[in-house]
């Protein structure tokens, strides 16, 4: 910003002195051309880098969006193989504290292949949206638990399988799920939606 400023300050100057004390044509042309140019050229950068701003943040909010619902579908789908082994009728957002009972987990091979996928796609997607730097922190950390707590569940069902340790990793990812939705404004994204 500085040079810019020192340019346009330069142009004035150079104009002023153009003005006041050169008499011979050529040499004030000479001058003014110079001054014109001293305050152009600034202000074109200028006008280049606000609209490369506006277009950055534009692309930047759009990405953000998408990542966002990218993210609640992954979660949405996880959230499904969740409520297949804790054995739940549904599990709606925002969700009410759960106390699941660990005697009525269902270890289906198929549930936990299907988790393990998910689970997968989820990290790639945290992943691509660290390197580009879409996500909040907030967000980004949120998500890491939510991996960290599903990958805690699979390595418990495939190493220790202690139903009680499964069911207190099940209701943390539950709530880190729910503090996902809480944080980026599900509910009235979901209402906008609606709306439109």
């Known amino acids: 910003m500085i040079p810019y400023i020192l340019s346009i300050v330069g142009g004035i100057i150079v104009f002023d002195i153009s ?24 202000l074109v950068f200028l006008f280049y880098d606000y609209s490369n701003y506006l277009i950055t943040r534009r692309v930047h909010k759009h990405m953000h969006n ?46 936990l292949h299907t988790l393990r996928k998910q689970l997968h796609e989820l990290e790639d997607l945290l992943y691509k949206s660290d390197k580009i730097e879409v996500l909040d922190p907030q967000h980004t950390q949120i998500l ?13 069902c495939k190493y220790h399988n202690s139903p009680r340790e499964i069911a207190r990793y099940l209701e943390t990812t539950l709530s880190m799920i729910d503090d996902w939705f809480y944080a980026t404004g599900y509910t009235s994204r979901t209402k906008q939606k609606n709306k439109e």
């Open 144 to 156: 890491s638990f939510i991996t960290q707590e599903l990958n805690q569940i699979l390595n418990e």
């Open 66 to 111: 998408n990542i966002i619902n990218s993210v609640d579908s992954y979660l949405f789908k996880i959230l499904t193989q969740i409520k297949n082994i804790a054995n739940l009728p549904r599990i709606e957002v925002p969700m009410q504290d759960l106390n699941l009972n660990y005697k009525k987990l269902n270890f289906n091979i198929r549930y």
């Open 19 to 42: 003005q006041n004390y050169m008499h011979a044509a050529g040499w004030k042309d000479l001058m003014d051309n110079i001054a014109a140019s001293l305050l152009a050229i600034p």
